[in-house]
């Protein structure tokens, strides 16, 4: 479990490709602190298990599922990785609950200027808008991001100058790929309900206090 709030923007060292999967190796720092091979770390927002390490860098195992379903096969040598490790209970929980079980991906359509803020708008699938609420939670390669409103096929997020310089976003222009990990909560109240939401319905707040989770 992570929490959204980025620790380390990494530097991919080398991508070994096989014929089905791939070893990615990433410079890092703060992320390698107490860490042991095993541990779990997001990179760019999909959790992944830690399977060789030294001082400055580290290797997990990619599999083909996780090739098919996130933006992880367009990495390439020198490519920026926004990194977290997995969550302590000591830790303050900054941002909002990430398993680090990406959704699917989503397309950057367009970045606009607001004063301080960039506001990206991301096309998404059908099946995921459902699942987004205007104010509630989303993670974008793994960062905890709030929602600023839906529309019929994209929604968009709202980066300070923090959250635009620290990560990937701020590397990434209209048409590059994101991955999107809906609000965790949001997917089970979903489920504890008995259906899945179809396309048409909308979940909001109102829909959550009539079904006595608000």
């Known amino acids: 479990m992570f929490t959204g709030i980025i620790e380390e923007l990494g530097r991919v060292e080398s991508i070994q490709l096989l014929p089905q999967s791939a070893v990615l190796t990433l410079n890092a720092q703060k992320v390698l602190e107490g860490t042991v091979i095993g541990d779990s770390i997001a990179v760019n927002g999909v959790c992944l298990t830690v399977t060789g390490m030294n001082q400055q860098t580290f290797s997990v195992d990619v599999m083909a599922e996780t090739l098919s379903k996130t933006s992880l096969a367009e990495l ?15 830790t303050r929980l900054g941002g909002h609950l990430v398993s680090g079980h990406v959704d699917g991906t989503g397309t950057i359509r367009r970045i606009t200027r607001l004063d301080i803020a960039h506001i990206y708008e991301i096309q998404a ?12 939670s989303i993670a ?11 529309h019929s096929h994209s929604f ?12 990937t976003l701020g ?7 994101v991955n999107l990990e809906t609000d965790l909560i949001g997917k089970y109240v979903a489920r504890f309900l008995g259906r899945e939401i179809q396309k048409e ?4 707040f109102d829909f959550l206090q009539e079904h006595g989770f608000l």
Request: net charge positive; proline share 7%; charged share 20%.
């Open 76 to 90: 390439k040598r020198g490519s920026p990785a926004n990194l977290e490790r997995a969550l302590q209970l000591k």
């Open 125 to 136: 699938d059908s099946a995921l808008l459902p699942y987004i609420l205007p104010k509630g």
């Open 140 to 150: 974008l390669d793994g960062i905890s991001l709030t929602v600023v409103d839906v």
């Open 156 to 167: 968009s997020v709202s980066l300070i100058p923090h959250t635009f310089q620290e990560t």
């Open 171 to 177: 590397y990434k222009g209209t048409g590059a790929i």
């Open 201 to 204: 319905d909308k979940l909001s």
